[in-house]
């Protein structure tokens, strides 16, 4: 996974902007809308004002910005409006998750995690196993912490190796792989790892 900034784009109307970033905040409530974000991509494939509003408000590091924004669209014609918050907002759900390293296999028993556990699983890890304050957590995106976590991780498996005397040996084994699977988990992630990791720090 190439690390990269939190996605961010800037909508503007007029002498009104506001800048809509593809933070955490914003994963966890787009997925609290009805529909979650597979809904909210179907709206704004379908230029839907409600929802390319909601989206906006979710999505905005301003609230009060982006309700100004969309005040200011109260006695205008929406139509080139729409066609440009649509852009926006479809190119922020685009970046707003981590890309997987792999495709998943074709056929497996496993049964995913759900978007909001995902979503929980990271703010939980990034407030206790990272130590980042609650708002930073909340505006880094989720392949921001993800691959950090990744990396702490990974720095943390070397450090026991290195202490047992074991040459580190960061690739998973076949059996792990296999086990995270079934899991429903990434087949690279390091449960074993994790599980030290969250011991350490009370987690």
């Known amino acids: ?114 978007l909001r556990d995902y979503l929980s699983e990271l703010f939980k890890f990034g407030t206790t196993i990272l130590e980042w304050p609650p708002s930073e957590v909340w505006q880094a995106s989720p392949a921001e912490i993800d691959a950090i976590l990744r990396a702490r991780l990974d720095r943390l498996e070397a450090m026991e190796a290195a202490a047992n005397g074991d040459p580190h040996k960061p690739a998973m084994s076949a059996e792990q792989r296999q086990a995270n699977e079934a899991a429903g988990l990434d087949p690279e992630f390091n449960r074993h790892a994790l599980r030290a990791l969250k011991a350490r720090h009370g987690a």
Not at 44 to 56: E, N, S
Not at 59 to 79: E, G, I, M, Q, Y
């Open 1 to 114: 996974m190439t690390l990269q900034p939190a996605y961010e784009t800037i909508l503007r109307h007029g002498d009104h902007a506001v800048t809509l970033r593809a933070s955490l905040r914003a994963a966890v409530a787009l997925d609290n809308l009805p529909g979650g974000i597979p809904g909210a991509w179907d709206s704004l494939m379908r230029q839907t004002y409600t929802r390319i509003r909601a989206v906006i408000l979710a999505t905005a590091t301003d609230r009060a910005a982006a309700f100004v924004l969309l005040a200011a669209l109260s006695d205008k014609p929406l139509a080139s409006f729409l066609s440009r918050a649509q852009a926006a907002c479809l190119e922020l759900l685009v970046n707003l998750l981590p890309e997987p390293e792999e495709p998943a296999p074709a056929s497996t028993t496993a049964k995913p995690m759900p």
